[in-house]
RNA sequence: GGCGCGGUAGCCAAGUGGUAAGGCAGAGGUCUGCAAAACCUUUAUUCGGGGGUUCGAUUCCCCCCCGCGCCUCCA
């Protein structure tokens, strides 16, 4: 069965496959760096980092490019006010993007381009549109004229026919013969940063940075095109209508698109109070592999509700991942191998797969996952779980987490070493055995404060780290 | 107003034209010196409300209510 995506162009779930067969043209659009990127932006991210991992499990290789937007109105603004270049106010951002991508263990892209780094492209772009009579000047501005390009709406399903050509439809501070016209070059305003060009001295719109670095790198046609919902129009209808009035062939092959998420049911908003950043919710004491677990937990294309109760539910549900994760790695268990339980190792392996190639049904995944370990630990409470049971269940394990990736704990800094609480360890087995409760109780406790927590086995006492 | 998405147990969240996954939380139990972990039982006769199609609908159609998104630079 081959892998399965919603793909907003024909708004429906398609077979997946690459140009070539092999390696996955694929663009993401990334942050604007004008501020720290927020919990919202990180699911879209989230997203992306499960197709690119689903996909390689699929076998592809991976071309990925990402762009980060460094050149942007809010930015200018704020490094005007600041009395910063345009790279000293975005270095800082997005130097925190990538710690902050790092932290919920995002893959980075092969690529990850600069806006700035790419302005002759873009007006390359510019020229040869103006060339093919795409474009119009208006008050110093280049314009995209979309009466120019047919099948303009097409990703977004949008229907113009109700809209006047020509007509000003708001009060825009920029003259255009249409409302859907966009900029492709934005006449330098006073005291603003500019670039020289054959269209007077400005700064590109937003929407040309995409198409022409995403062309640079992966040619005309990509595989996948994805980002966040609100980018489809009109974001990405621009991109559309600029790189296929260029090349007269097909942009992206397949757009996926990622719900937004909300928070404690409500929009996120600044004004709300209920606007976070994953120092914010680190501050708060939330571990990043937690709010990872709660971003992959459900699927893309549904609002996901981002709770406190959310993180402490997933901060639950992970632990018991990471218990029998140690409980399989480290038990001993008997001799031989149970033929039946390979079997469900197998039902579960494929499970899990079904789902994810089901337009990346995490949830489904999870829900394999959970299901596999309640009857294996079932088994191994009955002594049914045998020595030959193990390396599947790892395997699948490691399937399982080559996606979601969140089984290994987050690294912690000071408190006990591994000697010293094996050494409090093995006293409290010797009072134990003196039939010491109480020195036996106080050192679990005294363990305890220190996050470490202690598991009376079958075969000896384990610990592991809160 | 136009277009679109969604409303499933206390919370989160899958799903299908044939009788409701999974996680968290709660209750009871097994195990344990006590815990922890794990397991077992239990918690939606029902999937926003009302019609319709059908042998049968949570799943398809229509209407209504509610939430949300897009409709010019917001993931």
């Not at 077979?15 to 942050?31: A, E, L």
């Not at 406190?308 to 639950?316: C, E, I, K, Q, T």
């Amino acid at each position: 069965m081959a892998v399965r995506f919603f793909n907003t162009l024909t708004q429906q779930v398609d077979d997946f496959s690459t140009q070539d067969g092999k390696t996955v043209r694929m663009y993401t659009c990334g942050p604007t760096v004008y501020h720290f990127v927020h919990i919202g932006n990180l699911r879209t991210f989230t997203f992306q980092d499960l197709l690119r991992r689903w996909l390689r499990y699929r076998g592809y290789t991976l071309n990925h490019v990402m762009n980060i937007t460094d050149v942007e109105d809010k930015i200018i603004r704020n490094a005007m006010q600041q009395g910063k270049t345009l790279g000293e106010y975005t270095e800082v951002y997005e130097k925190a993007f990538l710690e902050d991508i790092d932290k919920l263990r995002l893959e980075r892209p092969e690529r990850l381009v600069r806006a700035t780094e790419h302005i002759q492209e873009m007006l390359d772009a510019i020229a040869k549109l103006k060339q093919d009579g795409y474009t119009y000047v208006s008050d110093g501005s280049v314009y995209y004229r979309i009466a120019q390009f047919p099948n303009y709406g097409k990703l977004a399903r949008l229907d113009f026919s109700g809209m006047k050509s020509g007509a000003r439809v708001d009060v825009d501070e920029y003259d255009k013969d249409d409302a859907r016209d966009f900029v492709l070059w934005k006449q330098r305003k006073e005291g603003e940063p500019y670039w020289d060009s054959d269209f007077g001295a400005g700064r590109p719109g937003w929407h040309i940075e995409c198409s022409v670095m995403a062309m640079k790198y992966l040619g005309e046609t990509l595989d996948i095109h994805a980002g966040g919902i609100d980018l489809t129009f009109p974001h990405h209808e621009n991109e559309i209508a600029q790189s296929e009035a260029i090349t007269h062939k097909t942009f992206s092959r397949f757009w996926l698109h990622a719900e937004h998420l909300m928070v404690e049911g409500q929009k996120m908003s600044k004004s709300l109070g209920n606007f976070y950043t994953l120092r914010d919710l680190m501050e708060q004491g939330w571990q990043p592999d937690v709010i990872r677990y709660l971003l992959t937990s459900a699927h893309y294309r549904t609002k996901l509700n981002f709770t406190m109760d959310g993180l402490r539910s997933h901060a639950s549900s992970l632990e018991r991942l990471r218990n029998f994760k140690l409980r399989l790695d480290g038990e001993k268990f008997p001799d031989g191998t149970n033929t039946q339980l390979i079997e469900r190792t197998a039902t579960a392996l494929r499970d899990f797969e079904l789902a994810m190639d089901d337009d990346l049904n995490t949830a489904g995944a999870l829900a394999a996952i959970f299901e596999f370990i309640r009857d294996a630990n079932s088994a191994m409470d009955g002594a049914q779980f045998t020595a030959g049971n193990r390396e599947p269940a790892q395997a699948l394990l490691a399937a399982f987490d080559s996606i979601f990736d969140i089984l290994r704990p987050v690294e912690r800094e000071g408190g006990l070493s591994d000697e010293a609480i094996d050494a409090l360890v093995n006293e409290r087995i010797a009072a134990k055995k003196a039939k010491n409760f109480a020195r036996s109780d106080e050192i679990r406790n005294l363990l305890l404060e220190q996050g470490v927590i202690l598991e009376d086995t079958r075969e000896g006492t384990r610990w592991k780290r809160k």
